[in-house]
């Protein structure tokens, strides 16, 4: 079955950059969508397609994806960015969905 | 307003059944492919279920293949999983989606004896 890596944890001191990354075979093929998700809620979507921003979420989110590996970063992290971070893309047919295993954000 | 509404979750005995509705409005449903992704007590996110936008197409995590059927309600804008021969381990938050943007607060079902 296809997987999508990351890290456990990363942490950071706020204003610093945060940067999480996703490895996968299939990346350099498939685009990689990233999640947001605060204790209790449901998942936000922070960026699509590799490297866009939905409307609503702050210009410090950005993404980029090079090779086998996405990479979502956090530019002047604060506080309230504190959250488990997802990535998420399919297979290499497109038919099976895949989340990576999280990454959670400390921030302090 | 995007509104997806999840209900039919609960306690079930291992073995047991439960079926899972996810009312969708604010969007055109119809068009659009819809998942069941569920989160585990204190886990990670994990992709269970997709239908097409009509219905014909449906695939499944391995984890659940068999045992699991999605279906949809394009005159109602409702999204279905049947839950069969359930196990402790299909203890989860079942999230109803339209991937990637739009996704519901979820529903807990609790395999337990």
């Known amino acids: 079955s296809y997987e999508l890596t990351q890290a456990p944890s990363v942490s950071v001191s706020p204003g610093q950059t945060a940067r999480i990354t996703c490895s996968g075979e299939t990346l350099p093929r498939r685009y990689a969508y990233w999640y947001q998700q605060k204790s209790g809620q449901a998942p936000v979507l922070v960026i699509y397609e590799d490297s866009k921003r939905p409307s609503g979420i702050p210009e410090r989110f950005s993404g980029s994806s090079s090779g086998t590996m996405a990479t979502l970063t956090i530019s002047g992290a604060q506080v309230e960015d504190e959250a488990d971070y997802y990535c998420?893309?399919?297979?290499?047919?497109?038919?099976?969905?895949?989340f990576g295993g999280g990454t959670k954000l400390t921030v302090l | 307003e995007v509104q997806l509404v999840e209900s039919g979750g609960g306690l079930v005995q291992p073995g047991g059944s439960l079926r899972l509705s996810c009312a969708a409005s604010g969007f055109t449903f119809f068009s659009n492919w819809m998942y069941w992704v569920r989160q585990a007590p204190g886990k990670g996110l994990v992709w269970v279920s997709r239908?097409?936008?009509?219905?014909?197409?449906?695939t499944y995590a391995d984890s659940v293949k068999g045992r699991f059927t999605i279906s949809r309600d394009n005159a109602k804008n409702t999204l279905y999983l049947q839950m069969n021969s359930l196990r402790v381990e299909d203890t989860a938050v079942y999230y109803c989606?339209?991937?990637?943007?739009?996704w519901g607060q979820g529903t807990l079902v609790t395999v337990s004896s």
């Open positions: 998420y893309s399919t297979d290499s047919s497109g038919d099976l969905q895949v």
């Open positions: 989606a339209s991937l990637p943007d739009y």
């Open positions: 239908i097409n936008s009509d219905g014909r197409s449906t």
